[in-house]
C-alpha cells in the first residue's frame, strides 16, 4: 500500500498557469507560422497565392493547439511548458491519460478556454490541487522530478548521491 499523495505532491495555479502561458507563446508562434508561411513561400516561388493552399493553411493552423495537447499528454504526460515547470498529466493513480481522454481533455479545453481558466481557481480549494476540468476528466497534474525549479522544490525525489569506493562521494 502506498501513503497518501501530500498536496505538495500536485502542481499548484502558478505553476500551471506558467506552463500554460508558455504553451499558448509557442503554439501562437507555431500557428502564425503555419497559417501564413507556406501561402507566402508560394507566392515568392510560384506567383499568387491559391486559395486551397490558404485554406488549408488555416485548417493545419487551426488543428495545430489541439493535436499539440492530445499528442503531448497522451505520450508523455506533459507540455513543453509542463517540462519547464516540472508537472505533468496522468489520471490519480499515476497512469498515463491514454489517447481518447486526452484528446477530449484538449478539445474541451480548446473550445471553453475562458471557462477552463476560471476552473484553475479549484487549484485553490482542493486537497489535490484539481481544477474543475481535472475533476470532470479524472485527472491530476503532479509536480515531477524535472523543470527549471531554481530551488528545487516540486522534485519528487532527492538527487541521486553518487559514492565511490567506501562510501565515500564520488567527485
Known amino acids: 500500500m502506498t501513503a497518501p499523495a501530500d498536496r505538495h505532491d500536485f502542481a499548484g495555479l ?25 501561402p507566402a513561400v508560394w507566392q515568392q516561388l510560384v506567383g499568387g497565392e491559391p486559395r ?35 508537472a505533468r498529466t496522468c489520471r490519480p493513480d499515476g497512469r498515463p491519460l491514454g489517447p481518447v481522454r486526452a484528446a477530449v481533455r484538449a478539445f474541451v479545453g480548446l473550445a471553453v478556454a475562458p471557462l477552463w481558466l476560471v476552473g484553475m481557481l479549484g487549484v485553490l480549494t482542493d486537497r489535490r490541487r484539481r481544477a474543475w476540468h481535472d475533476r470532470l476528466f479524472g485527472t491530476v497534474v503532479r509536480r515531477t522530478s524535472v523543470g527549471l525549479s531554481p530551488t528545487g522544490r516540486g522534485r519528487s525525489r532527492p538527487p541521486v548521491r553518487r559514492t565511490g569506493p567506501a562510501g565515500r562521494i564520488a567527485r
Do not use: E, K, M, Q
Not at 59 to 64: P, T
Open 14 to 38: 502558478v505553476t500551471r498557469l506558467t506552463g500554460l502561458v508558455t504553451d499558448a507563446v509557442l503554439l501562437t508562434l507555431a500557428s502564425l507560422t503555419i497559417g501564413s508561411l507556406p
Open 52 to 86: 486551397w493552399l490558404d485554406l488549408l493553411s488555416a485548417a493545419v493552423a487551426a488543428v495545430c493547439p489541439w493535436a499539440y495537447f492530445a499528442a503531448c499528454w497522451t505520450l508523455t504526460g506533459t507540455t513543453i511548458g509542463g517540462l519547464l515547470v516540472g
